[in-house]
C-alpha cells in the first residue's frame, strides 16, 4: 500500500520526539544534498535495501508544490534525489571520486548562482 506524503503540519499533528512527520522527513530529504551523507549511506548498504529504496521513491513528493517551497536548498535535494532513483548512481556513490565530483558541482553552482544574483 503506497503512503501518501504528509499534510503540512497542523498543532494537533502527532508527534515523533517532538517532530511532526513532515518536519522529520523534510530534514531527512534535505540531507540528501550532502554528496557525503549520500556516501555515508551507500556505506551503510541502505541503497541495497528494498524497503529504503521505496522510501526514496516515495520522497519524491517534495518535487512538487506545495512541498517543494520548504527546501532551503532546492537545486541539490532535488538532483540528488532524483538521481538516487537510478539504480547504477546508488552502486556508484560509494566512490570517494563521484562524491567529490558532485560537492565540486554544488560548489560551482552556488557561485554561479550568487554571480547572477
Known sequence: MEQSPPEIPQDEEPKYGGYSRFEIELEFVQSLANPSYLNHLASQKYFSEPTFVAYLAYLRYWTRPPYLKYLTYPGPTLKHLE???????????????????????GAEATIDWHKKH
Not at 538521481?83 to 558541482?105: N, T, Y
Open 83 to 105: 538521481l538516487l532513483q537510478d539504480e547504477r548512481f546508488r552502486q556508484d556513490i560509494i566512490s570517494p571520486d563521484l562524491v567529490q565530483k558532485l560537492a565540486a558541482d
